[in-house]
């Protein structure tokens, strides 16, 4: 159907519409029978055009997308302990004397791992997490829970429970079910480390200059 067509049904504004389906991708079939649909043939002229502009869109994208991480390569030890620094700068702790990072992003998360094993040395058994979400996931803290232990390979038997959100969301969102909120990992008896995680941070400062 077209923009005007849906956003007609569901009682909604175009632009929301728009927004909705704009990744949306119609192969050649869905595209004919749109025009067929619709009578004006600048109408149809219209979905050819912006179907051509997406796809040249998405090959653009993925261009400059391969063309970033072959100049980012294999990260050597020192680098990874550059990055990890500059990441617990931006989403680590740095009060309440608490070694702890919070994200969304696995990767973020993986890379924070990797930099508190690899470069400072921290056994696994002083690791642990837990999860913050919305209080309308609960029904399904379970299945977060999971997807959370697979991406750290960290035990749920680790995670020392769950901090729920207390407000109410007022629409429903269609990605509910792929939603698995923030991570929180943090170090046990990590005073000491973080006054030394503080001091990498400084060291940024002073030599970025």
């Known amino acids: 159907m077209a923009i005007g067509k849906i956003a007609n049904k569901l009682e909604v504004s175009k632009s929301s519409v728009s927004v909705w389906c704009r990744n949306i991708r119609l192969t050649e079939e869905q595209i004919v029978e749109l025009a067929k649909s619709e009578k004006d043939g600048s109408v149809r002229g219209s979905l050819k055009a912006a179907k051509i502009k997406r796809d040249e869109q998405i ?28 990441l617990y700068w931006a989403e680590g702790c740095k009060k ?45 803290i379970d299945e977060v829970e999971r997807y959370w232990s697979r991406v750290t390979g960290i ?31 943090r170090v046990r008896r990590g005073t000491n480390l973080n006054y ?4 990498y941070i400084e060291g940024l400062k002073k030599n970025i200059g």
């Open 59 to 86: 090959n653009r994208k993925s261009r400059f997308m391969s063309y970033g991480a072959r100049r980012v390569g294999n990260l050597s030890k020192r680098e990874l302990f550059v990055l990890g620094s500059g």
């Open 96 to 140: 309440n004397r608490a070694t702890a990072f919070v994200n969304s992003d696995p990767g973020m998360i993986n890379i924070f791992i990797r930099w508190l094993k690899e470069c400072l040395k921290i056994d696994e058994d002083r690791i642990y997490c837990f999860v913050s979400i919305n209080q309308d996931h609960k029904c399904r």
């Open 155 to 185: 035990p749920r038997s680790v995670f020392t429970g769950v901090s729920y959100k207390r407000v109410k969301n007022k629409k429903f969102y269609a990605n509910f079910n792929n939603h698995y909120g923030t991570l929180f990992v």
């Open 196 to 199: 030394e995680i503080l001091g």
